[in-house]
């Protein structure tokens, strides 16, 4: 199975840079996915780390290191709208994911 | 067309009721997905279908029923429901479920209230 942790909350100020953290101990990887989700709606697919390093995407980087089970997406620029839960999850060879119980980020001004 | 379509957006029943949700994609996907997500939790797996055959199931009471009739569609069959069901049910559809950068997009989920 899978085991994962991130923080529960998060709180940041608009234009600033925030960092979420996700470590991992998995049975079987297939990458590390990281989604958005707004309060009432579906999670929203942000990236996808298989190899180690540095995924960058517009306002939103997401690392990985397989050896440690660590991940985190970094998120620059903030915005207000960027106040959501962030899921990191975990797959297997199968597709299967499991998720993290999920970090909510709050933006302020 | 890069979306995940899902019906109906509210469903309330009871528990003697039988109901189906919906779901669609034309994104020429071969695996989709049904997920139940209750409220502050993260979403988890019901069952997986790839190409159009039931690969997934995650211990799922019998009381939900899946059913995949095509590559394009995917149905969750809803009967003698208890109030704990209650949740919001969410599909998701990737382009294979082997190899790599199989991402899962989602639909925007049915908000099921089982009365």
């Known amino acids: 199975g899978q085991n994962i942790d991130q923080p529960t909350e998060m709180t940041a100020t608009e234009g600033a840079i925030v960092q979420i953290n996700c470590t991992y101990q998995t049975s079987g990887f297939n990458g590390l996915f990281w989604y958005q989700q707004h309060a009432g709606e579906a999670p929203t697919f942000l990236s996808y780390n298989v190899l180690d390093g540095l995924e960058e995407k517009g306002r939103f980087s997401s690392f990985l290191s397989r050896s440690k089970g660590y991940s985190y997406l970094l998120l620059k620029e903030l915005q207000m709208k960027d106040s959501a839960s962030y899921l990191c999850a975990v797959g297997d060879l199968g597709n299967k994911l499991t998720f993290g119980t999920g970090t909510q980020l709050k933006v302020e001004l | 067309d890069t979306e995940v379509t899902q019906t109906p957006k509210h469903l309330v029943m009871g528990m003697t009721n039988k109901k189906s949700l919906k779901c669609e994609q034309h994104?020429?996907?071969?695996?989709m997905y049904w997920y139940k997500q209750k409220a502050k939790k993260p979403p988890e797996l019901m069952f997986v279908?790839?190409?159009?055959?039931?690969?997934i199931n995650e211990s799922v009471p019998s009381r939900f029923s899946p059913e995949c009739p095509n590559s394009s569609l995917l149905n969750l069959h809803l009967h003698a429901l208890q109030p704990e069901d209650s949740a919001l049910y969410l599909c998701?559809?990737?382009?294979?479920?082997?190899?790599?950068?199989?991402?899962?997009?989602f639909g925007p989920g049915t908000r099921l209230t089982v009365l």
């Open positions: 279908y790839s190409y159009e055959k039931l690969s």
């Open positions: 998701a559809s990737s382009q294979d479920t082997v190899g790599y950068y199989n991402e899962q997009f």
């Open positions: 994104m020429g996907h071969r695996a």
